[in-house]
Structure formats: C-alpha cells, structure tokens
C-alpha cells in the first residue's frame, strides 16, 4: 500500500526528530571515557533499536548513518579513523538488527546488533591497525556487546512502551515482540 504524501511527510518528521536525538545521544555518549575507542555504552543505539523495532529496517540504517555523521561533525572526528568505525559499526547494526528482526525480540535484535556492530569495528581497526590484537580482544569484546546490547535493548522496550518517539501511538510494527 502506498502512502499519501502527509503520511510521508509525518514520517520524514519522525526520522528528523530520531536523528537529532540519535545525534544527541552520540556526542553526549562521546563525552564519556572509554579504555578502547569502540567501546561505548550505546545510548545512540537505544534510537537506532527503538527505530527499527516501530519503523523498521531502512529507518534505523538512516538513522545510524546520520547519526555517525552528524555526531561526527559536533566532535569534530568527520575525517578520522573513529568516524570510519563509528560508520562501518552503525551500518552493520542496522543489518543485523533488520535481518533479525523478525526472529528475536527487541533485546535479542539489540545485541546481535551490538556483536554485529563490535565485529565489523574490529575489523575495520585492525585494517587500520596491523597488529592489532584482535584474538586477544574478541572474548572482552563479545561480552561488553552482549551486555550493552542487552541493557539498550531493555531501554528500547521502555521508551517504545511509553509511545517512543512520543508522536504517534505506542508498540512496533507487525511483525517485533517486546518479549
């Protein structure tokens, strides 16, 4: 079915609005300090989760793309290996949480998008970085993206309950469980 053009223009509204916070969310998260660049909490990820849960697959890769950009651009890292990784681990969420999303529920989406994202980071990184340890890292790494994963997805399922992004009514499309 097609949508009207006011349907796609609220959409597009919401994108914006998911944006700004995703951005919002990125800068505040770059604010605190981390032992390895690609290890962060994931609060611009609870937008992405919640994005692709409601909205679906092509709305969360907008977001995420966006949100690296625009999130790079505020920090000032747009030309440098972080932005690189940032990018690269907000395109490969947003496939795996797309590609899963009709298999998991919002938590499981989340951390197959967390691993997916910490996977193709350390790829890119240790092209950026021959010699980089990645053996040694992919243990530490597999639980901190399971346990971020696991958290985001918590906070997805609270924010889409309570009507996330607070525009139209609560829950997700047709075909996302909360459990």
Known sequence: MRKTAEERVNHLRIEVLLVILAIGAGVIE???????????PGLANVITVASIAKYGFWTGLRVNILRSTGAALFIGTLATPAYLLSLSGGIASAIAMGSLKRIFSVTGMSVAGSLGSLSVQ?????????????????LPLS?????SGTITGIVAIVLLKK?????HNSGLDSVCSLE
């Open 163 to 167: 009507g996330f992004p607070w525009i």
């Open 122 to 138: 350390l790829l890119t990184a240790s092209l950026l970085l021959p010699g980089l340890p990645v053996a040694s890292l992919l």
């Open 30 to 40: 770059n604010l605190i300090p981390r032992p390895i660049p690609f290890l962060k």
């Open 143 to 147: 639980i901190w993206g399971t346990l």
